[in-house]
């Protein structure tokens, strides 16, 4: 295409919302000129759906649950006048408790200021708070964020060394909306464990945000915990950073909570008409059909020219990926939906996966981010007339261009600066694209069925680990093979290897022989 024409497809495919400063440029992706006047029906049908979901309809027909998230920033939505007292109730408990903690009426067991936050979370329950708090982080924030977000117990030792001393002055928030996650229990004990260890009455450490009745929850009352706040039903994990989930560490970290919640407000508001030209969210949902085929043929890779915005692809990949990867559709057709996200930040990434992009396979298409104002403060002059923000705007349009001459799609979306306004207007602009994409694919993108059979595996892993031990107990000093242990125990030969292993690194007293080959290995108990 000449660069004539490509200005001119450029200008027909360029939304922008002036008053807000966002813009989605679509014209790199290589759409028939009928592609959306042919999608327009199902395009009008995702809207419907998506007002029927504000309304409080049983968007997730599964677990006949409402789909709430929408509500969180802008409780005049919410179905009954309960459901709105309590998001407003929540968010004022927050701030309340967050204005306490900072002004010191809040005080760790030992009496003194808290410094540090630990969150102890993961999934949906963590990936929000982590983009929040890296992402919005400076200097003069009162307290620092950190993270268990995994059952690793180096990972978990490596934080609670970084916090060393000050972990008197920790205040540690588990958060889990069932309550019931392991990995998130696990988590718990290890803070609890650390904090007593130090000398500290724990429970004047600790918050917990879960759903009311929850196991966590009960932890929590039982042990008489600083606080605790809710997590609805009507709210899924990856769309909860609006919620206590993501509100509680982002108002202790001392950030701007409400501009976050307007951010998202105020691109849910531009991205309800049915006018498919003027819906940012829309239009990236029906690029995503046109770039893998409805079916997820091309990965999504996501490029901010923004350190601050490291962590939003991660953040994408739980939002798009557990929510369009769907076995079934909802009329129980096996469709195995979904498109794949990755992505890190430009122009970092020039340096490295960039070059398989633009030679290599095609099986993707870029969406880049660019945040137009580089710096809010002075930046240096790296060439005469030249800062370095210059040169991170010249590398997006660079490689935009040299992947388009390529034949390589891409989407760019444009924010004037960025803070916790626009972090709340990049959340809300995907979150909704994934629920128009979830219909134009008649799938329920508020369930996540898959997630639970990993559960289910881990937990037969672990009986065969006592099983094994047992075993192993029974008889003290005799050597065994994986085939004899599965025989005496009824298990899997395989997964008895894998066990063996695993107890003979771990645990005291185990000892290992390995043999001519994995049968020939042995284990026992000294
Ligand atoms: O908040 P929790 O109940 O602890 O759940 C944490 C995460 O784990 C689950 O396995 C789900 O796949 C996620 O959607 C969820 O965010």
Do not use: C
């Not at 004990?189 to 500290?200: M, N, S, Y």
């Not at 990236?284 to 939003?312: I, N, Q, T």
């Amino acid at each position: 295409m000449s660069s004539i024409s490509l200005w001119n497809r450029f200008q027909s495919h360029f939304l922008r919302y002036d008053d807000l400063g966002v813009s989605l440029d679509i014209s790199r992706m290589d759409f028939a000129d009928d592609f959306l006047s042919s999608k327009a029906e199902a395009a009008k049908n995702a809207v419907t759906q998506m007002l029927a979901l504000e309304k409080g309809a049983i968007a997730n027909p599964d677990e006949h649950r409402m789909v709430g998230h929408y509500w969180l920033r802008d409780s005049s939505l919410a179905p009954t006048k309960e459901l709105a007292d309590e998001i407003e109730n929540t968010k004022a408990a927050i701030l309340g408790f967050a204005a306490d903690v900072h002004s010191g009426k809040i005080l760790s067991s030992t009496g003194k200021k808290f410094t540090d936050l630990l969150l102890v979370g993961i999934g949906g329950s963590a990936l929000g708070p982590q983009l929040v708090a890296d992402s919005l982080w400076s200097s003069k924030d009162p307290i620092a964020v950190h993270f268990f977000d995994n059952t690793d117990p180096d990972g978990m030792e490596k934080v609670v060394e970084q916090l060393g001393k000050k972990l008197e002055t920790t205040l540690v928030a588990v958060v889990s909306k069932s309550g019931g996650t392991k990995e998130s229990r696990n988590g718990m004990l290890v803070a609890q464990d650390a904090i007593k260890k130090a000398g500290l009455d724990f429970p004047k450490h600790f918050v917990a945000v879960t759903g009311e009745g929850s196991e966590l929850d009960k932890v929590a009352t039982a042990e008489g915990w600083l606080k605790r706040f809710p997590m609805w039903d009507w709210v899924g994990g990856r769309t909860s950073v609006m919620s206590a989930v993501g509100l509680l560490p982002m108002a202790l970290q001392g950030l701007d909570v409400e501009a976050f919640l307007a951010g998202a407000k105020a691109i849910d508001a531009k991205t309800r008409t049915d006018d498919l030209s003027k819906n940012a969210s829309l239009l990236l949902a029906l690029m995503w059909w046109h770039a893998g085929g409805g079916r997820g043929a091309k990965d999504m890779v996501v490029l901010p020219y923004k350190d601050r915005l490291l962590l939003f692809s991660r953040y994408l990949q739980q939002l798009v990926m557990e929510s369009l990867g769907k076995e079934l559709d909802l009329n129980g057709n096996v469709v195995n939906q979904g498109i794949a996200v990755y992505g890190n930040k430009g122009s970092t990434d020039q340096h490295a996966y960039v070059q398989q992009l633009r030679d290599g396979v095609n099986n993707f298409f870029i969406t880049f981010v660019e945040v137009r104002k580089a710096s809010p403060v002075a930046q240096l002059e790296v060439e005469p007339g030249v800062e370095s923000g210059d040169y991170l705007q010249g590398f997006l349009r660079g490689t935009r261009t040299a992947l388009h001459e390529k034949g390589r799609e891409s989407i760019t979306v444009s924010i004037p600066e960025f803070n916790a306004f626009y972090l709340g207007v990049l959340i809300g602009l995907y979150e909704r694209a994934v629920g128009f994409y979830g219909t134009l694919v008649n799938i329920n993108a508020y369930h996540q069925p898959g997630v639970e059979a990993g559960k289910k595996a881990a937990a037969r892993v672990l009986e065969l680990q006592a099983k094994t031990l047992a075993y192993l107990a029974d008889n003290k000093g005799k050597a065994f093979t994986a085939d004899q242990i599965a025989a005496a125990i009824g298990a899997d030969a395989e997964n008895v290897f894998h066990v063996a292993r695993h107890i003979a690194a771990n645990k005291p007293g185990v000892v290992y022989t390995t043999g001519a080959n994995p049968g020939a290995d042995t284990v026992s108990l000294a």
